[in-house]
């Protein structure tokens, strides 16, 4: 079945560094979707990617869909306390040939920043 | 403000026991989703319903667990009998899916711990 990889696992950084997670596919997607969930907390939607190449930008945020469609990044300029959490991507998931339009969760990345 | 209500937030039961665990989708949502959470699998989605029809349960253990929305506004997930091993977080999502999957929006999550 479709898998979404993400590097890395975990990360901490000093509040007011940048921070990145990126996400992997052994196949070619659709779009990918990224998501944030605080500790305790459930997962919000961030943003979908849709086209090859595609860079979207929300605030301290750039999220970029590779060219051939198989990974995707997001990064954060100057990490503030409040970016703490979970980072997950996830994509369409896929059937053989077929290619579904459920959502499937790549492990996330937790991150952590000290003050 | 819309939003995926789950109950109960919080179960604690024994082993053997029968769990429901209900969600109440966003009216005009089409599809449905239940995500269990485990800090060793992270997000797994465990089936997904479309317009009320089931879709994928191949991520849900058959022998004991069953998804179904009875109606448009209800869709439950019961696990009999429960097992340690069941013990997760629960999510609900429901979405508006087109020709790919949009944005999913999560309930808060129910807590399962059996013991």
């Known amino acids: 079945g479709q898998q979404v990889m993400q590097i890395p696992q975990y990360q901490h950084v000093q509040e007011g560094e940048d921070f990145t997670t990126y996400c992997n596919s052994s196949t070619t997607l659709s779009n990918i979707q990224w998501y944030k969930q605080r500790p305790g907390g459930h997962p919000v939607f961030l943003i979908q990617?849709?086209?090859?190449?595609e860079v979207k930008k929300q605030k301290r945020l750039t999220f970029q869909f590779g060219e051939a469609k198989k990974n995707s990044s997001l990064h954060i300029t100057a990490t503030q306390t409040t970016d703490v959490g979970t980072y997950f991507c996830a994509g369409p998931g896929r059937k053989g040939k077929t290619s579904y339009d459920k959502v499937i969760f790549g492990p996330g990345t937790s991150l952590s920043v000290i003050p | 403000d819309a939003r995926v209500t789950q109950t109960p937030r919080h179960k604690v039961t024994e082993m053997g026991q029968e769990v429901t665990m209900r969600c109440q989708p966003i009216?005009?949502?089409?599809?449905v989703f239940w995500y269990r959470q485990t800090m060793m699998q992270g997000l797994e989605l465990l089936a997904y319903?479309?317009?009320?029809?089931?879709?994928?349960d191949s991520g849900m253990p058959k022998d004991r667990f069953s998804a179904e929305m009875p109606d448009a506004t209800l869709a439950t997930l019961k696990i009999q009998p429960s097992e340690p091993r069941d013990s997760a977080v629960y999510f609900c999502?429901?979405?508006?899916?087109?020709?790919?999957?949009?944005?999913?929006?999560f309930g808060q999550g129910t807590r399962l711990t059996v013991v």
């Open positions: 009216l005009g949502h089409n599809t």
């Open positions: 999502a429901s979405g508006l899916v087109g020709d790919i999957a949009g944005e999913a929006f």
């Open positions: 990617l849709v086209k090859s190449g």
């Open positions: 319903f479309r317009n009320r029809a089931p879709l994928d």
